[in-house]
C-alpha cells in the first residue's frame, strides 16, 4: 500500500505539478480508504472493486459527510485509481460510473464596490498598515488566492511594468496586471515598509510579505489581518480570502470582462469554475431590468 501511496504522490508532484495543500488531501483520502478496507475486509488498494467504492460512499453519507466532502474523496480516490491503471497495477478503475453527489450551489459571497473602499481605507499609516494596504490592495486587484499571495516573491512584482507574476495552483504561471492603486500602495511597502520588517539575519528573505519576525507571512496572519479590518470596516460577517477572488471576478464580469480572460486571471483549469460567476451578473441585470422598465 505504501508503496502504491507513494509513487502516486509523487507522480501528482512531479508530473502533474499539484499544489502541496492538494496533495496532502489527495493521499489523506487515500489513506482513510485504505485503512477502512484493511480494518473491515483485510483488503489492499489493488484488490477493491466497485462494491467497496459504493459501501465507501455510503459509509462517507451515514456519516454525515457533505456532498462537498464526499465529491473530494471521489476525485482523489477516482485520480488514484486512474494512477493505477496508468502504471498497469489493475487492469480495471473501480471508480467507473461512480456518480459525484449534487451540491447545491451556495450563492456567491462579494463585497460592493463600496464596500471595497471602505476596506481599502481602514489601514493606517505605521509600518504594519503600509503592508496590509498593500496585501489587501494586491488581493482585489488580481483576485490571487491565499496560498499564492504568501508564497509570492519580491522577484515575482514588477512594478516597473505593473504585473505580478503567480505561479498558482497546478504550477503553471501566470502573469496579472497590477491597477494603479494597487501598484503604488505595493511601491510604498516595497521601499518603505518592507525593509524596516527585514531582519538583519534575513536580509535575504525573498518573500514579498513578511511578519515582525522578518519572516514570510502566513496563511493564519492573513486570516487575521482580514478579520481585523473587516470589523474596522464593518463586514465582520463577510470577509474572507474567497470573498475578495469573488469580488475581484464579480466586478470584472459586472464591467464587461469575457469570461475566457476572467478563467487564465484566476487560474482557473476548467472554464466551469469561472461560469459561476455569470450567475451574479444575470441577476444583477435582472434586478436592474426591474428596476427601471415601464413594463417590468
Given at each position: ?30 489513506l ?29 453519507k ?14 482523489s480516490l ?66 490571487i ?11 515575482d ?30 511601491e ?109
Open positions: 500500500m505504501d508503496q502504491y501511496l507513494n509513487e502516486f504522490t509523487a507522480y501528482l508532484s512531479q508530473e502533474k505539478r499539484m499544489a502541496q495543500n492538494s496533495l496532502e488531501a489527495y493521499k489523506r483520502d487515500v482513510e480508504f485504505a485503512e477502512m478496507i484493511r480494518k473491515k475486509q483485510d483488503l489492499r488498494l489493488d484488490e477493491v472493486s466497485n462494491t467497496e467504492i459504493v459501501a465507501y460512499l455510503l459509509k462517507l451515514n456519516d454525515g459527510k457533505s456532498a462537498a466532502t464526499v465529491n473530494r474523496k471521489i476525485a477516482r485520480a488514484f485509481y486512474n494512477y493505477m491503471v496508468l502504471r498497469n497495477n489493475i487492469k480495471t478503475n473501480p471508480t467507473l460510473n461512480i456518480k459525484s453527489p449534487k451540491i447545491e450551489r451556495k450563492e456567491i459571497e462579494y463585497l460592493s464596490i463600496e464596500e471595497i473602499e471602505i476596506l481599502l481605507s481602514k489601514p493606517d499609516r505605521s509600518i504594519k498598515g503600509i503592508r496590509d494596504r498593500a496585501i489587501l490592495e494586491l488581493l482585489y486587484a488580481t483576485g488566492r491565499v496560498s499564492e499571495i504568501v508564497e509570492t516573491n519580491v522577484e512584482l514588477n512594478l516597473r511594468m505593473g504585473f505580478v507574476v503567480c505561479n498558482g495552483e497546478h504550477g503553471k504561471a501566470r502573469i496579472i496586471p497590477l491597477g494603479r492603486p494597487a501598484r503604488a500602495a505595493a510604498e511597502y516595497i521601499y518603505e515598509a518592507r525593509p524596516k520588517l527585514l531582519r538583519d539575519n534575513n536580509g535575504d528573505e525573498k518573500a514579498l510579505f513578511l511578519n515582525y519576525n522578518g519572516g514570510r507571512f502566513t496563511r493564519q496572519g492573513l486570516w487575521k489581518l482580514l478579520k481585523e479590518y473587516a470589523k474596522l470596516a464593518g463586514i465582520e460577517n463577510k470577509l474572507t480570502p474567497q470573498t475578495l477572488r469573488n469580488s475581484f471576478a464579480v466586478h470584472m464580469i459586472q464591467n464587461g470582462a469575457d469570461l475566457k480572460s476572467l478563467q487564465e486571471l484566476l487560474g482557473h483549469e476548467d472554464i466551469n469554475a469561472t461560469q459561476i460567476y455569470l450567475s451574479v451578473s444575470k441577476n444583477r441585470i435582472k434586478e436592474v431590468y426591474d428596476r427601471t422598465h415601464p413594463r417590468a
